[in-house]
């Protein structure tokens, strides 16, 4: 309260006018949270602690909670937070010493990011996207309909929102999951890992839904490559968008200038090499991203 009062003056001492009053936190807001600083006081014991299936957090003292993963390190702070579906969530930041950096590994990979297959690597292996969403799609169209036909602020409309809210949960999950082991077997096994920069500026236009939904996917998942490159000692390379990865042979160099997008499959002409069309393009991402690399060293 006092940061607000502190900047709606400070705002109208520079005269702007448009700055308003503090408000109170609004409680219909999908989104509830708060961050509490772990202290560590002299002769005191800390006052966020955690001990097997319980957290000691301020006001509120021991909680039970479950644990997604062990807890390492000195524990700075935690953000308390309530989603949609009502479940609370504690994230907790933690300060680690030690040096993560795994051992250097001799495969280096291009990939490709597809809309049917979420990723083709220089390899040749196609991971398919999980099939989670559409079964879940339909139970999510279904209950939206439900929910519309409820009547505003009633206790089955509240009951009905939850269960759409849960719904969504479970498909961010599914998502994130999905994304997070992918990213993390890619980070174990390869040195170097190249990918084509995504025109996410252009995201929210995007009228194919499809596309959108791969595209919010595509970028979590050059975050999360990213991250874990910079934990474990990796080495991402980004490729200019405008890299014509799909067009060149990746033996001869030979260039198909009006490649469309629907042939999948085709043979170049001068070295007579049968090319399926995604692998091709993640080869060339590799090689791209390799030459770029020694380029830059
Ligand atoms: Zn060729």
Not at 127 to 156: A, M, T
Not at 188 to 201: A, G, K, M
Request: glycine share 4%.
């Amino acid at each position: 309260m006092d940061t607000a009062y502190q900047n709606f003056f400070r705002e109208i001492k520079k005269g702007n006018k448009n700055q308003g009053y503090p408000k109170f936190k609004s409680k219909k807001d999908n989104k509830h949270s708060y961050r509490t600083q772990c202290n560590y006081f002299k002769n005191k014991v800390p006052s966020i602690e955690i001990k097997e299936n319980k957290i000691k957090l301020p006001k509120l003292k021991w909680v039970k909670f479950k644990k997604s993963q062990e807890i390492k390190g000195i524990i700075k702070n935690v953000t308390i937070s309530k989603v949609p579906s009502g479940k609370y969530f504690a994230l907790i930041l933690c300060e680690v010493s030690e040096s993560q950096k795994i051992n250097k590994s001799l495969n280096n990979i291009g990939i490709d990011l597809g809309i049917k297959d979420f990723v083709i690597t220089s390899d040749g292996e196609i991971i398919k996207n999980p099939k989670y969403y559409h079964k879940y799609e339909k139970k999510l169209i279904k209950f939206q309909k439900q929910l519309d036909r409820k009547q505003k602020c009633s206790k089955n409309r509240n009951k009905q929102r939850i269960k759409v809210a849960k719904i969504h949960e479970k498909i961010t999950n599914t998502k994130t999951d999905f994304l997070q082991k992918l990213s993390s077997q890619l980070i174990n096994e390869n040195q170097v890992i190249c990918l084509e920069d995504l025109q996410v500026s252009n995201m929210l236009k995007n009228h194919n839904l499809a596309k959108a939904i791969s595209e919010v996917s595509w970028y979590k998942f050059t975050t999360m490559l990213k991250y874990k490159a910079q934990w474990y000692g990796r080495e991402i390379v980004i490729i200019d968008r405008y890299f014509p990865s799909s067009k060149l042979c990746n033996i001869c160099g030979w260039k198909y200038h009006d490649l469309s997008l629907n042939i999948r499959k085709w043979i170049c002409p001068e070295c007579k090499t049968n090319h399926n069309r995604d692998i091709n393009a993640a080869i060339n991402i590799l090689k791209e991203g390799l030459r770029l690399l020694n380029y830059n060293t």
